[in-house]
């Protein structure tokens, strides 16, 4: 049977429910036109009181890459030293961008794809040599990975306060606990992940420390993402400096309003539950996770075919996309091994049903033998169990 809209389980875009795409079709209007004007300011102010932040926050048309390289270039001087944690793909981006910019860059890997880089290791690191800067990746969306970031910023705050923390939560904001005042410098982000809206947005959350910091440099090679012009808008947006995406805007706007309503705690608990349930699911119908236990991240997974069963990935993947549902090939080391399910955002148990459905179907029709219906039963007992 053809499917006209697949549901978008991939680790992000994600679904977007009908009043976000209502707020997206609104006729547009100037970006100084004071009802845009007033909602732009009221949503800053939002995403500063949610997520406890004593600097400021910023909207920026662009992608989460955009708001990764913002981030950085504008706390990192010249000749600093940076030290980035990778956990996966997302992790090496954040050297790339430091070596292209020149920084002195080192890094820490995870000793195998699945697993974190410790705080153990971080703290002897720091302790060896000081860095002006440290970047870590939240949510490996390559891995399906958690990094422990409330444990690195007590550490951090303890032993380290001098040293500037960036975050990559681009699969994190909204979904997964967190809050700047643990003692985060810059926290970054995008539209399409948690927040539940289109692409298009690049969000970043910037500490009083992390703009003292670009006030400090006298003048960064970018301009676009430059902190120093973005702060004006952010702060009156009827100021220009940059067309803002309007209704992009309008859209995050009733993101926000939807994660309110739920409450930032409700949202964290839903998204470690039905995480739970779907790898509980998943592991009934003969896959494997590809994170640790420990470090299983609350908003993507990656699964793992069984060696014994000859799934061919692409073919398998395009099963599934038959059957209802577009999941995402893996990166790297895991690269055809598997397939990365995002499950994050405005999803429900209705969703989530389907798409383990869908997975279901596909193993049947790829000659994988499974009982029909072993994976359904795993996942509603875990949500009956809730």
Not at 31 to 41: E, H, K, S, T
Request: with cysteine; net charge negative; hydrophobic share 40%.
């Amino acid at each position: 049977m053809h499917i006209r809209n697949p549901l978008v389980m991939m680790p992000g875009p994600t679904p977007v429910v009908r009043s976000i795409q209502d707020a997206l079709g609104r006729e547009t209007i100037s970006y100084n036109d004071p009802r845009l004007v007033a909602d732009f300011g009221r949503l800053i102010d939002d995403l500063v009181k949610l997520w406890r932040c004593d600097g400021i926050a910023f909207v920026v048309a662009g992608s989460g890459t955009m708001a990764m390289e913002m981030g950085i270039v504008n706390v990192a001087a010249k000749n600093d030293k940076v030290l980035v944690c990778s956990n996966g793909y997302f992790g090496d981006r954040f050297v790339d961008i430091c070596s292209r910019k020149g920084f002195e860059t080192e890094v820490l890997r995870a000793p195998r794809w699945g697993e974190s880089v410790s705080i153990a290791e971080i703290a002897a690191k720091l302790d060896e040599k000081k860095f002006d800067v440290l970047g870590v990746t939240h949510i490996e969306t390559s891995t399906g990975v958690e990094f422990p970031l409330r444990e690195l910023t007590e550490m951090m705050r303890a032993s380290h306060p001098d040293t500037l923390v960036v975050v990559d939560g681009v699969a994190s904001m909204g979904g997964v606990e967190f809050y700047m005042d643990w003692g985060v410098d810059v926290m970054l982000s995008c539209s399409q992940k948690c927040f539940g809206t289109a692409p298009g947005l690049g969000l970043l959350w910037a500490s009083e420390k992390a703009l003292e910091k670009r006030h400090a440099i006298s003048q960064i090679t970018e301009t676009y993402i430059d902190f120093e012009k973005w702060v004006p808008v952010m702060k009156e947006p009827m100021k220009y400096w940059g067309t803002p995406a309007v209704n992009m805007i309008w859209s995050l706007c009733e993101a926000v309003r939807i994660i309110k309503e739920e409450g930032l705690e409700n949202r964290f608990r839903r998204h470690r539950e039905y995480a739970s349930a779907i790898r509980r699911s998943l592991s009934a119908m003969g896959f494997s996770i590809g994170a640790g236990e420990k470090v299983a991240s609350p908003t993507v997974t990656v699964s793992l075919y069984p060696n014994n069963r000859g799934l061919d990935d692409a073919a398998f993947r395009a099963a599934v996309y038959g059957e209802g549902a577009h999941i995402a090939g893996c990166l790297g080391d895991f690269a055809g091994k598997g397939f990365r399910i995002g499950h994050m955002g405005n999803i429900d148990d209705n969703i989530i049903v389907s798409l383990i459905a869908s997975i279901e179907r596909a193993c049947v029709k790829c000659g994988y033998d499974i009982e029909p219906g072993v994976g359904l039963a795993a996942l509603q007992r875990a949500l009956i169990e809730r």
